[in-house]
Structure formats: C-alpha cells, structure tokens
Nanobody, 116 residues
C-alpha cells in the first residue's frame, strides 16, 4: 500500500519561499507511469492543482503558479519537494501531495499559513 506524508513548516512569512516535502512509502517514486503532484486548498475554496513531476522526468505547472513553483525529486530518499517562492497570505492553504496513476494516492494534507 503506497502512503504519502507531507512535511514542512506550518507558518511562513510573506515574501519567503515555502518548501514542503512528500515522503513516499510502500512504493517507489521511480515506478513507471507514476506521476507525483502537489495540490492545495485555500480556506473556503476548492482544490487547486499546482504541478506534477511526471514519470518521463518532465515537470508540468499550473500557468498561474508557474513563475513561482518548482517540484523536484530525491530518488535516494523516495521523496519529492515543492518550493513556492514569494509567498503572500493568499498562499495560505492546506497543501496535499498526491501520486501514482491518476492521483490514486494522497497524503493527509498539511496546513500552511502565510503571515508576518
């Protein structure tokens, strides 16, 4: 059973870079056809896809976040990481990592608040 767990700071100051890590267990992030994504949900709003590291080694990003978003992987640690730069209070959200085939596996989510 593949399991995902997000980790990172719960509070980030405006203009800083948010960095979150997703640790994958019970499976490998190098599994063929498995993609790995970050999704967020701001308070009172729906889910927003942020970006995906695809199994071909290509990153896809939401056009609205592309300038500020980077996703990378660490195959040795079986982890993938989100970096979101120049954060504002509008980036306050619950952040989820998801992966596998068609977003089959999800982490429980982690609350990130952007505030001074």
């Amino acid at each position: 059973q593949v399991q995902l767990q997000e980790s990172g700071p719960g509070l980030v100051k405006p203009s800083q870079t948010l960095s979150l890590t997703c640790t994958v267990s019970g499976g490998s992030i190098t599994t063929t056809y498995y993609n790995w994504s970050w999704i967020r949900q701001p308070p009172g709003k729906g889910l927003e896809w942020m970006g995906t590291f695809a199994y071909e080694g290509i990153n896809y990003y939401s056009p609205s976040l592309k300038r500020r978003t980077s996703i990378s992987t660490d195959t040795g640690k079986n982890q993938f990481t989100l970096q979101l730069s120049s954060v504002t209070p509008e980036d306050t959200a619950v952040y989820y990592c998801a992966g596998g085939l068609n977003f089959a596996y999800w982490g429980q989510g982690t609350q990130v608040t952007v505030s001074s």
